[in-house]
Every structure is written in structure tokens, then in C-alpha cells.
């Protein structure tokens, strides 16, 4: 697992020429006071469940399209009503077909975007480096959202991570955070990883079976177990992981059961942690595997709220780049 | 054909705490005033062909996702534009993918659209029990509709039915109302039947081959007919049921031409029915199945002001369940 | 490729009873003026790349349905962002399933829509008739606009091409206009042929290989090319069309390289055209094959204003149909 691609990332690239993040590819270089400015608005755009969403026009008069080539139903939704909520007209653009061909092709579905005057392109994809790809050729009004690339970034799964470890935790300074099961796979590891890094957490571990941990070069600082056991002890936030069985060889697809007594978020071992520990997934869980339903579903379980911020998170990152975008729009 | 789904089915399951509906997954168990209310407010909503429909903001800030199992288009596009009609955000999410796993992988769907703010659930599946099931687990500010639940329950046809008949014949107690065709396998009818009776319908025929009819236990009071042309004599309102072959097994499906001379609604049979009989059908038809081509298009169908009434009867439940659950909402 | 289709076409058959544009089937048949003042209303809708795209509330309160029987993601997009921006509802409703049978089950869906109060319907289809053969049944209020009918029709198309020809060209009276390639299946072509031909164009050639020119009846008075060299002298004005592989038995499929060699539409190639001649394409293109990828990304290509122009088009025409239908509405 190499970071090859990233490291051909030049960090300016999601940035506009005053330096304001006019894309948002990677969390990788964001400052502390940027995310701090990005978690502050998202929290803004937080509601309480039953309470009515929140709503502006932030992006009235504005178009976001939705190009999923990795299909995915729930992110897709966050997305669509997060721009929804805002005021802009969504398109949602089905990429799904096997008759795609990247390069040129793609980049001329992106051409025919812009010149439809779409504003926010919101791309997920399989393989890496298409987002930063595309943002190499948009005009300087449009900007492009990655709404998760490979193994390698997800950026507003990352920022929803750590609003929801603020919320329940406070300062990130004191807290030890543990990312467990698939890391070798997960862009929701590497993001979290770049935002809990930048935010100055206290201690970032990373536990899974030896195959499926990172590069000894990736995750520079953070504590590796083998056992969880071990790594559970003291932590104050656990993020399980979802076994990403379709990015690996059939040789690497481990057994379920076997899986899930060694690394698997059960009820039992999570008395090993702090005793108010919050325990995060992403989803879609693999219940049962990376872990069990009644943790999933239990009191220290904060996977609800982890959703509702996702939307919250979704809107502040739009208002956000538009609003940077709209700076360098030239109004005829 | 046994009703023991429906029988499970507490009648307060879709109520709240003060008795009124949250939820609409049956029309057995409403009352006449209830019943009455909503055929009142859907009347509201109805326009004629040509006039622009009615439009308001009784669900503005709201969200309805529709989750439709089994699919479609009519009813999904009915729903989608009742919605949009009322100031809704409406998603629709693509659950007709094989990889469906029923049970707990549904409900994560559901917690995390609900997490979404997510306020009105439409649900459309071809096997029994979701509807009441979801209901059971969703926050008390969500509703669940139900838009079709195998071959038990389909509540806004049966409203839209009752609304049509109401339109062209006035009071139920004189009337002589005759369901013809695969009543077995019928949602359709009987959630028709729910609502005639209640609303105290003067006579109900039903009509079909034998082994599509419905169990001896089902549509008590109803009169029970294997020969269409007597069944015909004096009805003032003739429902034609789609034959429902895929919920057949193959020795079942009948010869069309067959079926269509025994049982199929001919402008011939039609005469033995009242001069001014009704023609009602949910569609998609079968024409020269279970109806022929011109009394489909001929001058006692009503069954275009069906459709029309759909959408009215959709936002009159929309309006009326969202308002409902909306007691129930904390705000913070 | 005969056009037996169009010859039964009458021409009124999308104008109402005061003979104004009720549909737009066809642009056969507009006047000149007609033409004018749609390409007028879309100079008005027309905004620059990083401009916020224009919008009003000409279809406030209506509802705009796509039926595109032949996936195109790109014109269907358009057409929704046209519609969106106008105020209206839109609903997309999925028609490429297999199981579509033709002739009454697409009218009962087109009832069913109408009785739903959609005002437009929006059809794409590859074979030819549907368009006609629907707004001949529909009611007065309802409008048919074609979004490309099998090899014949594509008038949005044809009023884009006309429309980004005079934004750079000013006057059609002194333009030589080319059209390469794929003739004989191009939709494209003919509108555009009807556009060109109504505006006084002062001359239509048009090359390509002999078995993809069109019937020696067709394209009457335009000057036909088997050398794509000497076609290109003084040309204003090079429209390159899509090579039409769906649409070909496989022995009239060309080799790719060859074909370009021969009539793609080359740097080289474009060196003999008038120096300040545009390039035109209506996308997706095949690179490489009709036109090369200098050519399309270079100074003289106007495709993307071709994109740009397209959702001006379509909200012009939208918003005169809807308009003119209007009249016809029966108020209660």
C-alpha cells in the first residue's frame, strides 16, 4: 500500500490562488484553524433529531451535480440534501455503467457539466486520482468535491469524525483515539488520521490483523497493535472500520466469526476502554463482523449522530468552497 | 391466503400517543369520520385536467424519502410530485439492487435516513411486514407511508378509490360496488374493502375465477360471485383488478383470451351493470385481459380521475400524518 | 433511408388551433421569423462560463416530465436544469427497462402522467414516430417535446447549432456551413438542415463517406462531398456528427484510424477552411475518429458554448410551448 498517488498532490491543488480551498480533494495540509473554522460552521448547521434541518440560501441560484462512479446510496443522499438544504438545484448523474472510459471521456462529461454552468461536482470513484485530475482542468468557478477516492481520501467522512469526537469529547489534546479493523483499505482511516493529526490529537492507535494495517510509513506517530485487547485499553474513542472486502484479493477475505472474536467491537471488549469511550462507524456496518449489534445499537454508540453530522458537515464544506469559488468568478 | 400478518398488526401501531395517525400502513381500523376527514382534505387538493395543480408549504423543511423495494414509476412519480406539491425535499433511493439483505440491514437504512432528517418514509415491498416493522423502531417524529405491502395493504389506493366513487356517486350507503378479478393476490381490493366498509358502502360484490378469489374468511359480508355477468346485474361501480401474474405460480396464470371471455370487463357485460356504472381500474392494465380497450377509453371510466385523485389523495395524507407526527416532535 | 416517416407528418400537427407552437416535434416547417424569435428568447437566457446561469418562474407551478426511452444522460440533464431553472417540477422517469411494450401501454403511461397535471413531456426514442403519434392523443394543455426521435428529429439540437452559429457568425445569408460524416443516421444533421435552410443560409455542404451520406431526396439544394478536402474550402462553418455506431449494421462499421484519416475532422484538415472558420460538434465525441482532440480543445471549437447554448434553448422553447398551451387551458 503505497501513498504514491498523494504524494504527487501538490497541496495547493484544492486551493485557489489567495490560498482558500476552493475544492476539497484531501484533509491532508489543512491547517488546525481551517478545520477549526469548518467544524465551527458545521456545528451551526447541526439539529437535533426531531427537531426541522437546518436551511439557508447559501447556494441559491447554484448547481450541484452528482457523479458517483462507485455507487453508494447513503452518501449519495447526504450529499443531495445537504446542497438541497442550501438552496441549489442537484442533478444526480448515474456513472455506474460499465461502458465508461476514463481520461478524455470523463473529462468531457465534466466540460458538459461546467458549460451547463454546474457550480460543485461532487465525484466519488474506485480508483485513485480522479478528483485531483479534474480539478486540474475546471474553470475557476467550479469546484469539485470528493466524496471518496480509493483507499485513499474521504474528506467530509473525516470532518464528520472529528465534529462528532468534539462534540461528545471536547479538546482533542487529551484524548486517545483508536482506529480499528481495516486500515489498509479505509479512505475514512486516512482522513480521520489527517484531521485527528492536524487538530493536535493526543494519541492515535491503530489496531487490526497485520495484513490489513498500513504501511510501516503511513500513519507517521501513530501506536500499532496486533491485539486489540491491548489497544482498547484507556481509549476514549473507538472508530470501527468496515471490512472492505471488495478491495481485496479473495485470499485476504477473512473468515466472519474468526474475524469478529479477534477484532470485532463486542460488548465485552469494549469494558476494556475508558468507561465513556464513544464508539463511531461510518457505515454501511457489516454487523457481526467488525462489530455486533448490541454495541452498535448501545449506549456508547454515537453511529446516529456520526449520520446527522455527515449532512451538517456537508453543508458547511459547500457554502464553503462556493463561497471561495465565488471569489474568483468573473461577473461580466 | 392467510391474513395472519395483519392479524399481528396492533390497529394502534400506527397511531401516536393521542390516538391520531402517524403512520398509514392500513385503512383497517380507521373510522368513518377519519376516513371522511381525508377524502374531505384530498377533495381540497383535487384540480381539473388543464387547471395547474394545487400547490402549498404544508411540508415545507420537510423531507420524504421514497423507498420503493418493489418497483414503480406510476405510484413513485405519484408520490414524488404530491410532495414536491406540498414544499417537500423528496429523495428516492434505488432499493431494487439484489444485494438486499432484509432484517437489520434495512433498519441501518432507515436509522441513518432518519438521521438525515428524513420526516415521511414511503415504502413500497412486495412481501408483508416491513411497513409495521420499520414503524416500530423510528424515532417519534418519522412516519412511515406505506405505498404498497404485498398482497395486504396499498392505503392511498384504497383512499383514492373511495374518493372517485364518492366524486361520481355521492353517499355509499345505496351503493352496489363489485370488485372483479385476482382478488386473492389484491392489495388493491383490500384495502378497497377497508375503506367501503367503514364508510358503510350499501352492498360489496366480489367476482373472480374461483381459486382467485380470496380466502372464505376474507371480505366478510361481501357477496361472492364465479360468474361475472350475473355479479354485473345492478352495480353502480365496477372495479377491475389487475391480474397479478407475478404473484402467481406458473400453473396459475391464466390464458388471457380465456380469462378476458369469462372474466373480462367488455363493453358487451358492461351493459348488464346500471346505465350509469362506473369503470375503475389502479392500472397498469392489462387491455383484453381483465378489460378491454374501449370501456378502459370509453365514456363510464373513470379511471384517469383515479390518477388524478392519487396525488390529491397523497398530499391529504402527507399533509395529515406529517402534522400529526409534528405533536409529537420536541423541539429543543 | 427513406423519410417516409416525416412525409405523413402534417405539419400543424404540433401547433394549436391559433397556429402557434403547442409541441416541437420538428423544426420542418417553422418560419423564419419563428425561428428567430426562439433563438431570440435563448440569446436572452444565455449567461458566460462563471456567470450564475439565468432563471425566472416561467413554469412556476408545472411539471416537466423526461421519458427518454434511450439513455442519454447529458441532454436529459440538460433538460431538467432548463426546466429547474424556469420553476418547474421535474420528474425523471425510467423508461429503458426491457419490459416496455409499445403503442398503448406508452399512452396509458402518457394518461397517466397527463392526469398526474404534467405540462410537458419530454421524449427521447429511437425509433421514429412516437413524438407525433403521442401529442396526437394528448390533452390541449399537455406539450410533446421532442428530445431526439430515432434518425429524423432533434429540434432543441438544431436551434443550439443555429444559435451558437450566429452568436459568432452574425447573418446566415453569407455562410458556407458543412456538415461531416455520419449523415444518413443523424438526427442531428436533419435538424439542423431544417434550422440552416429556414434562416436563409447562404450554403449547406455536406461530406462524408457515400454510404453515410443521406437519399439523394434528402438535403435538397446542399452541395455533397466524398472528399472531406475539398468540402472544407471556405467553409464558415465545420460541424462534425457523431458517428452513429448504434445505429449501423456491424459491415458499415468503420475502422476508426481509417475513418479519420479520411473525414475526421483534423488540424491539418482545418488549416483549408476560411482562417476564422468554427468548430462544431453536438457530443459526445468520439475522439479520435471524426474529429481529433486538437481540434476539439482548440481556439476554433465552439463546443462548449454548443453545451452552454443548449439549456438556454431548451428553457426558450419550454417556456413558448408551456406558454403558448396555456392558452389553451380551460379555467374552471
Redesign the interface.
Known amino acids: 500500500m503505497s501513498n504514491r498517488q498523494t504524494e504527487g498532490l501538490e497541496q495547493t491543488s484544492q486551493r485557489g490562488p489567495d490560498g482558500s480551498l476552493r475544492h476539497l480533494i484531501t484533509l491532508e495540509g489543512l491547517s488546525r484553524e481551517e478545520l477549526t473554522d469548518l467544524l465551527d460552521l458545521s456545528q451551526f448547521y447541526v439539529?437535533?433529531?426531531?427537531?426541522?434541518?437546518a436551511?439557508d440560501q447559501s447556494l441559491a441560484?447554484?448547481?450541484v451535480?452528482n457523479l458517483f462512479f462507485e455507487p453508494s446510496?447513503?452518501t449519495r443522499?447526504?450529499f443531495?440534501?445537504a446542497a438541497?438544504?442550501l438552496g441549489a438545484?442537484v442533478?444526480n448523474?448515474?456513472m455506474h455503467s460499465s461502458s465508461r472510459v476514463k481520461g478524455?471521456?470523463v473529462l468531457?462529461?465534466i466540460?458538459?457539466?461546467?458549460?451547463?454552468?454546474a457550480d460543485v461536482l461532487v465525484m466519488r470513484d474506485a480508483e485513485p486520482g480522479l478528483p485531483t485530475f479534474v480539478a486540474g482542468h475546471v474553470?475557476?468557478?467550479v469546484s469539485i468535491l470528493n466524496a471518496g477516492e480509493a483507499h485513499l481520501s474521504h474528506p467530509t467522512q473525516g470532518l464528520l469524525d472529528a465534529l462528532t469526537i468534539r462534540q461528545h469529547k471536547g479538546e482533542f489534546g487529551n484524548l486517545s483515539v483508536l482506529l480499528v479493523g481495516d486500515l489498509a483499505h479505509s479512505r475514512v482511516a486516512r482522513s480521520a488520521w489527517h484531521a485527528l493529526s492536524a487538530l493536535g490529537t493526543g494519541e492515535v492507535r491503530i489496531a487490526g490483523p497485520e495484513h490489513l494495517l498500513p504501511a510501516a510509513n503511513e500513519f507517521p506517530g501513530a501506536v500499532r497493535f496486533t491485539d486489540l485487547n491491548k489497544a482498547m485499553k484507556g481509549a476514549d474513542v473507538i472508530m470501527g472500520l468496515r471490512i472492505q472486502t471488495e478491495r481485496m484479493s479473495a485470499a485476504h477475505i477473512p473468515d466472519n466469526a474468526a474475524y469478529c472474536r479477534e477484532f470485532g467491537i463486542t460488548a465485552e471488549r469494549l469494558k476494556l476502554a475508558k468507561p465513556d469511550a464513544i464508539v463511531m462507524h461510518p457505515?454501511?456496518?457489516n454487523?457481526g463482523v467488525e462489530i455486533t449489534?448490541d454495541v452498535a445499537d448501545g449506549p456508547q454508540s454515537v453511529i446516529?449522530?456520526q449520520?446527522?453530522n455527515?449532512?451538517a458537515v456537508r453543508m458547511a464544506v459547500l457554502a464553503t468552497i462556493v463561497r471561495n469559488a465565488q471569489a474568483q468568478?468573473?461577473?461580466?
Not at 468568478?329 to 461580466?332: A, E, N, Q, T, V
Open positions: 439539529r437535533q433529531p426531531g427537531e426541522l434541518p436551511r441560484g447554484h448547481t451535480a446510496t447513503r443522499v447526504s443531495e440534501l438541497r438544504r438545484d442533478v448523474l448515474d478524455e471521456t468531457d462529461t466540460y458538459t457539466l461546467q458549460a451547463m454552468h474553470q475557476p468557478h457505515g454501511p456496518m454487523r449489534g446516529q449522530a449520520v446527522t455527515g449532512v468568478r468573473k461577473y461580466s
